[in-house]
């Protein structure tokens, strides 16, 4: 029978680095208070520090200090302020990476147990709740072994800019006071001689901390030293919790994990403690946020459809604005449109970088928080091992979703052929031929196919054909009609032979001009019927004074004004 193995992700610095995020200069002693409301009023010199940073600890200032004896120790202390909202946020955003590892990832015990260690090492600087559990029982020889396992997570993590301490054992306390008192990565082996916590200080056990100086009075400082005492003569000394402490020293820790369910949608914010002003920082912080969501929907297997980007501007700026009688939105709202389900960073930062490029900022960034939305399963394309080329299967989607950011969803799609007797009505521009999965589908129950191959061009003028000839064969005169069109037929007045046509920034004269067909009363029904006598026409022109240039066109004229309109090309 295999035991249970939990491994514990002590995230000891979770609050200083988040402060960290949104500071420019890190270079200066920080110290961080944890409290549950945004914005507390009062004076913070009483408050007691939740956590410091190394700077401030090498300068003397200890986390359970007050905001004023820390003063007295480090000259220019910043102390800035963190929600317990926003800590609870960061440690689940870890617990999402984690679900690549264990398919039971925990952010807390079960609370019918005995609560967990609630002691932390001086100068950590860890808030109350900084530790993942999860249960690897059978999971580590996937990867190797216990002792790689705690090294790919410790540098997952650090991937992200998270520092972490990663310790397996029997049970989640085992394993959560091997990761905050041991090394950094820890694996307690079972049937250790004396416990796992033989080699740890005493004040890893929960223990009051009356009771813990005076078991260091009497001369008793590691687990190891307690446990040789006999339990009859600790029982009565360890306070309440005196059974509870006695099997962890005895290496039993039964306490179940609560299992963690993410949320359907993954969120990043970040406020700033100095609004940026300018888009090359706004993007760096973009590409931040969009690595760290992206390695939470790695773990789940997912992608998004919909990613939206809200940059929120500073409220000094605002209320400057209004007294000065401008009116500025309190938020911005960036939705690149995409057509497809994306899972990539790369992917990701092109769609959203091609939006904030275009994007004018009216007022300085104080906060931005990124959300991604309609979470799907994430799809997976087999590569092909023989072909030699370097073809990526997920470059044609990305493309699809970097148009939609540049010119709008409502922009990009296939052509689909229809049945029509008007020429500009036989295709129609659908959405693209993929799921929100990424993966092809069919655009519905083929029509009868028309013989035409017009297809409406998302240009306005074609380029014409170029270096053909006078008289010269050419396989354009094989289709009856052209294989482009214009997206709005182009009036030029009347037509005749030798006459000029005016298209973009070449002027054409008509060299010969031969009727192909004709539209008589096409919808008769409506108010407007269709009457056109269509021709092919070749044109010839000089551009910067090279040889003619010479092109076949596709012109109509209305049989009821006399006008033509340039209709298409001929390629």
Known sequence: MIGKRIAAIVADRLAVELAERARRERAQPLAVLVDDDEARAGDDGDAALDAVNELAWQRGARPGQTVTAASAYVGRLEVMRLTTRALDAALASIAEIALAFAPLVSLELDRSSPEPFVRYPAGAGAG???????????????????????????????????????????GPRLAQALARWGGLESVASRGASGGPLAELPIACLPLDASIVAWLGEVGLWNVGELASVPRSRLAHRLGPRAQDVLELIAGRDEIPLRPYEPPRRVVEHIGFDEPLERQEPLLFVVRGMVARA????????????????????????????????????????????????LAREDDLVRALRTRLEKLELVAPIGAVSLVLDDLTRRSEAQLDLSNLAAVSPDAFPT??????????????????????HRPEARSVLVPAPYDRNGEPRGLGPRKRRSTSRVASAPSELPPPQQ?????????????????????????????RPGGLVAAGPLVYLVDHLRLSSRLDGVEWWSANPISRDYARVRLHATFQGRRAEHAEAWIYMERSTGRAFLHGWFE
């Not at 090294?151 to 800019?161: P, S």
């Not at 148009?403 to 052509?415: F, I, K, N, Q, T």
């Not at 064969?473 to 007045?493: A, D, F, K, M």
């Open 128 to 170: 109350p709740r900084d530790t993942v559990w999860l249960d690897v029982t059978g999971c580590a020889r996937m990867l190797g072994g216990e002792d790689i396992l705690c090294a790919e997570l410790r540098a997952r993590l650090g991937e992200l800019g998270h520092h972490a301490r990663v310790a397996v054992a029997d």
């Open 399 to 420: 493309l699809l979703a970097e148009l939609c950011a540049a010119v709008g969803p409502e922009r990009v799609g296939v052509l689909e052929v229809k049945d029509s």
């Open 294 to 341: 992206v390695a939470r929907l790695a773990a789940r297997g997912e992608a998004c459809g919909k990613v939206t980007l809200e940059l929120h501007h500073d409220r000094a700026a605002l209320a400057l604005a209004e007294r000065e009688g401008r009116r500025i939105p309190p938020l911005v709202s960036v939705d690149p449109g995409l057509p497809i389900a």
């Open 467 to 495: 270096g053909v000839e006078e008289g010269a064969s050419s396989s354009l005169h094989l289709t009856r009609e052209p294989t482009r069109l214009l997206p709005e037929p182009l009036c030029i007045g009347q037509l």
